[in-house]
């Protein structure tokens, strides 16, 4: 029988890296990004990754394509929502013009896609969907404002669809990875601990998406189980803690 899946954010990072692993895995790969330029080379390195290219900010397209995924393919069984940005340059200035595209793409775009595939899981009765998060949604971080609300928003609706596609025996999971070494996280200007490769990242992701029935797939374990100290941590010694880490490296 035939696997296909549904990625978006598929040319680079993360999202590229999990297109990868899937097509090598046998898996048909609905792959999903704005740059339709670079969704070809993955087609043409790996005939089981097809290019639907999307920006996901644009809702109508994001059911459009998703129509076009279900003609083409018949069946999807997993939807990976994997598209994000992040610019810390510019939040470190607070710009809300900043923070709302970052709310655009990364809450409102995985939010068009979910709108997209809503009534087609809830008919089908089965099947997965997964929103790639961060750890960064465990608590506020400097100069990741825009970042770091767009992260813990979708972590808190995934816990909501949690519930709400249980009764349709679909499958709700959040993806929260560490630093990844990606173009975004490249533009990062401190040390980033425990940074792993998107293959690893890719690797992961896999086994969480396909073998394992968890709610949160989160790694390297090391540094995530760090971050969910800091999760409960009293506001006084995280702001003590943070503070004075990000002071030394000038954040």
């Not at 029988?1 to 598929?10: Q, V, Y």
């Not at 990868?20 to 609905?30: D, L, R, T, Y």
């Not at 083409?72 to 994000?84: L, M, R």
Request: hydrophobic share 40%; glycine share 6%.
């Amino acid at each position: 029988m035939t696997k296909n899946i549904w990625i978006t954010g598929a040319s680079s990072g993360i999202g590229k890296a999990l297109t990868i692993k899937f097509a090598n895995e046998g898996w048909q790969v609905a792959a999903s990004a704005r740059r339709e330029n670079l969704l070809q080379d993955l087609n043409n390195n790996n005939p089981n990754i097809h290019s639907f290219p999307l920006n996901v900010k644009d809702e109508s397209k994001a059911k459009k394509v998703f129509e076009n995924i279900i003609e083409k393919f018949q069946t999807v069984s997993i939807c990976v929502f994997c598209t994000g940005i992040h610019d810390p340059e510019s939040e470190k200035k607070l710009s809300a013009e900043k923070i709302r595209e970052i709310m655009e793409t990364n809450f409102f775009g995985t939010l068009n896609c979910i709108m997209a595939v809503n009534s087609y899981f809830r008919g089908r009765k089965s099947g997965h969907i997964s929103i790639v998060s961060s750890v960064a949604a465990y608590r506020g971080l400097p100069a990741a404002s825009g970042y770091c609300a767009s992260k813990s928003a979708l972590t808190s609706l995934a816990e909501s669809l949690y519930f709400d596609f249980k009764r349709y025996n679909v499958r709700v999971s959040v993806i929260s990875p560490g630093f990844i070494k990606t173009p975004m996280t490249a533009k990062n200007k401190f040390p980033m601990p425990m940074i792993k490769s998107p293959e690893y990242a890719a690797e992961k992701m896999f086994v969480g998406l396909t073998k394992k029935n968890v709610f949160e797939i989160h790694f390297p374990k090391a540094f995530t189980i760090m971050m969910k100290l800091l999760k409960i941590m009293p506001n006084w010694l995280y702001f003590f803690i943070v503070g004075r880490s990000a002071k030394r490296i000038n954040l």
